[in-house]
Every structure is written in C-alpha cells, then in structure tokens.
C-alpha cells in the first residue's frame, strides 16, 4: 500500500537523483581558479627561493641560481599538477621564455586592458584539446634590482653576471607595475 508519506519520499528521492545527476553532468571545471592557486603556489616558492639566494650571496649569485633552477622548478610544479606551466615575455632573459605564435597577441591585450588600479586581467583561451588560462605577472618592488633600468637600478656588478650568464638579455629597463610577463597554465581537456 502507498501512503501519502511514502509516495512524498518516493517524489523526494526522484527529484533529487534528477537534481543531482544533472549536477553532476554538467558541472563544469573552474580552470580560472585552479590556475590561479598553481601560480599561487609558484610564486611563493619562487620569491622564497630568490629571497633566499639574494640573502646567501646578494644579487649577482642569485643569477646563476635562476639560471639553473627557475625553469626546471617551473616545469616540475606544472607535471605535478597535470598541466604545463610555463612563464611567457615579449622581453625574454632566458630565450625560452619566448612568445610561441598567437601568445604574443595575448599578452598585447592584457598590458592593453591594465586597470587605472593597476590590475591586470587574466584570460583563458579554450581550444578543442586544451584550456589555457594566463595570469599575468607584474613588477613588484624586489624585481627592480635584477629587471629595472641598468645602473640606476641594477648595480653594476649584477649587470655583468647578467651580461655573462645572458648576452641577449631584453628584460631589463621595468618600472614597478609594468607587466613582465604572464604565466600560462596549459589543461589537457
Ligand atoms: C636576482 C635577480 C632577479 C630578481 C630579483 C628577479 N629576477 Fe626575474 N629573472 C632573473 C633571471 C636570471 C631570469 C632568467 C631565468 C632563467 O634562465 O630561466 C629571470 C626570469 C624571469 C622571468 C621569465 C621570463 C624571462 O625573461 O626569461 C620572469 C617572468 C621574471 N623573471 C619575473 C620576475 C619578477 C616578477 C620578479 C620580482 C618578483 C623577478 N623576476 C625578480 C633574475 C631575477
């Protein structure tokens, strides 16, 4: 026999197995985020490893720490978190940091889009295999001494460990807030 209670559960649980499947299939991945809590966790370590190196052997030593570490350690945080994380500019010191085809055009819009705040606004580019979210990445005060103007700003002891280590060198020359570059967190769909 049905009762009236039996049949409101039975309506209940209807509903809710509707509800809740058709959440779930449609729930959609919130790339923006993930994205901004890897740049999140390679920012800290990379500022903490430089503040580091800069204390143990000053600016000059720092260089060839970069050298040797930043892109490996970039590299690394993207694989454990199954995307591939690179750091992008239009004025690279290691060459491979370098634009590949249409990024440069998406860093143009974002320096473009620089809020009278001084934010800049992330973008997420979506193709058939991939999402690619990019978050830039401003001048902050402790840039200045290895990416501001030569001299006034980077001291000319570090000018020449950065003219050895990079002879092509672009990335000097920034003031604070400039965007230097951005991150790009590439998803596999
Ligand atoms: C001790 C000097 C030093 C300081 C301070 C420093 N950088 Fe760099 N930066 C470097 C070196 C050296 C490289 C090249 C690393 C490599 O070979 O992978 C680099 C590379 C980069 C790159 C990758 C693109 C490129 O040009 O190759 C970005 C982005 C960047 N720095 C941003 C910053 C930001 C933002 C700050 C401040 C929070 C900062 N840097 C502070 C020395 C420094």
Known sequence: MITIKSLNLQIATLVGTFVFGFSCQTKT???ENIAIAITN??????????TTAIAEGGT??????CKMNAIGFTN??????????RRITNKPRNPSNAFKSEEKDIFLE????????????????????FVTVYIP????????QCH????????KETLAVLEKEYPGD????????DLRGLFSVKFPK
Do not use: M, W
């Not at 000059?60 to 720490?65: G, S």
């Open 29 to 31: 991945i919130d790339y």
């Open 41 to 50: 966790e390679a920012k800290t370590n990379l500022v903490q490893k430089l």
């Open 60 to 65: 000059k030593q720092a260089i060839p720490f």
């Open 76 to 85: 690394q945080l993207g694989k454990k978190h199954g995307v591939e994380l």
């Open 110 to 129: 974002i320096e473009k889009l620089k809020t009278t705040e001084g934010v800049f606004p992330k973008k997420t580019v979506t193709s058939d295999a």
């Open 137 to 144: 990445i401003p001048v902050g005060g402790l840039c200045i």
């Open 148 to 155: 501001g103007e030569p001299i006034q700003d980077i001291k």
């Open 170 to 177: 672009l990335a000097k020359g920034y003031r604070l807030g």
